[in-house]
């Protein structure tokens, strides 16, 4: 392994994240537009369908950990679950009943969430300082994400299948290329692996100090209100009429890169507590502008509650990630780490698919043959939500001072 990464190589990784990422981000953002008025699912039926990602977050470790790190090179697995994943993707794209919609997209899911840590793994092998070589490299996963959003925004296809039809097309190519990327054996082959391992269940010894438990606690409770974003922020911008909505969504990520590069500065000033406070703020005041914004002379609280998402994502997730390392002893970090995002990503997130369904259902009315929403109601049940445990976190979070204890 070389301390630098040839070119090709480096080029090789960094079209692997970009591609990654632009599926993801093709299809994900606008969803909830199309199945809401293209479709006309209702708030529930669509809320239901984008709970499929937290269930593949549920049930990725299992793939990873009992299979690929066993059996399979990971960049096999990889191009092999992304082709399929196209072949169920074009499926979705076909499907028009919401039962249907969330077995299928469910399937696809499952075959996408695994390739999520695949692509760490393939990248991780090939970097003797993955601390220094892997932001430059996952940064263009990012870009993925914003190329996607700018396209589908210029395309005006946001209520249609055609996104889905996008990232079918993506994933097929990166089905394709992941064969020609660097070998990375299975990395467990010949040891056993047990359901414990898989779910970082190792970690819940860390929940016996008080702090980390809050820390857990906040962290999947904070997911609640955060799917109401995920799920609802493109059909709403469309509804209340702003033009290209996807493709100046992309502003969020161009301003979670600004933040990341800025993180150092605030965390030697802030510490871990307040950065996670200031983040958990970061949404709630985002919903709060989505609440009382408008598309005409007040649009300028969208474009805020847009590029907020720089301090609601790298301020809280990124805080997070960093604390957990802090806190768990070196022989448990891996396991604290999956533990920590099957809590976010795959329960909280879960949970929030279940609760802004009929929260959005509640506040719809049938307009000729439309149907609307009162999206100021909508978006002040999360930020109360979000008000509500910060406040929680805030008194009984003491920001992880004590030193973090050997492992037994």
Same mark, same amino acid.
């Given at each position: 392994m070389s301390p630098t990464l040839s070119p090709t190589v480096r080029g090789k990784l960094s079209a692997m994240m970009f591609l990654q990422f632009f599926v993801w981000g093709a299809y994900f953002v606008t969803m909830g537009t199309y199945l809401l008025q293209g479709l006309h699912f209702t708030g529930t039926e669509t809320a239901i369908a984008y709970s499929t990602m937290? $269930? *593949?977050a549920i049930v990725a470790p299992f793939v990873i950990g009992m299979i690929a790190d066993r059996f399979f090179a990971a960049e096999k697995l990889l191009g092999v679950l992304h082709l399929v994943g196209a072949a169920l993707l074009y499926w979705v794209s076909t499907v028009t009943t919401p *039962?249907? =919609? =969330?077995?299928v997209l469910l399937l696809y899911a499952l075959c996408y969430n695994p390739t999520l840590a695949l692509v760490n793994a393939i990248a991780f092998n090939q970097m003797a300082s993955p601390e220094k070589q892997f932001p430059a490299v996952r940064l263009f996963g990012t870009i993925g994400w914003i190329v996607a959003g700018l396209i589908v925004g210029w395309l005006k296809v946001e209520a249609t299948a055609t996104p889905i039809l996008i990232a079918t097309g993506a994933s097929v190519a990166f089905g394709l290329f992941a064969f020609v990327l660097p070998h990375t054996p299975p990395k467990s082959l010949g040891h056993k692996v047990t359901v414990r391992d898989v779910l970082g269940l190792d970690a819940l010894s860390l929940m016996k100090d008080r702090s980390f438990a809050i820390f857990v606690l906040g962290s999947l409770l904070i997911c609640i209100p955060l799917a109401f974003y995920y799920n609802f922020t493109n059909p709403f911008l469309n509804e209340r009429g702003m033009e290209n909505a996807a493709a100046k969504q992309s502003l969020g990520q161009m301003s979670e890169v600004l933040f990341m590069l800025v993180m150092p500065f605030f965390f030697r000033r802030l510490g871990v507590k307040w950065m996670l406070i200031a983040g958990m703020a970061a949404w709630a005041t985002r919903y709060l502008l989505f609440a009382f914004g408008n598309a005409s002379e007040l649009v300028f609280m969208y474009y805020l509650g847009i590029l907020l998402h720089g301090i609601c994502y790298d301020f809280f997730f990124v805080t997070g990630q960093i604390y957990v390392d802090k806190t768990a002893p070196k022989s448990i970090q891996a396991s604290a780490q999956g533990f920590i995002t099957l809590v976010t990503y795959g329960?909280? /997130?879960? %949970? *929030?698919? $279940?609760?802004?369904g009929p929260v959005v259902d509640r506040y719809a009315r049938q307009a000729g043959e439309a149907v609307v929403h009162d999206w100021t109601a909508i978006w002040l049940w999360p930020?109360? /939500?979000? =008000?509500? %445990? %910060?406040l929680l976190f805030a008194f009984f979070f003491d920001g992880g001072k004590r030193e973090p204890k050997a492992a037994a």
């Open positions: 937290p $269930w *593949g *039962g249907a =919609f =969330f077995w329960v909280g /997130m879960l %949970i *929030g698919s $279940w609760v802004s930020a109360s /939500m979000a =008000f509500v %445990i %910060i």
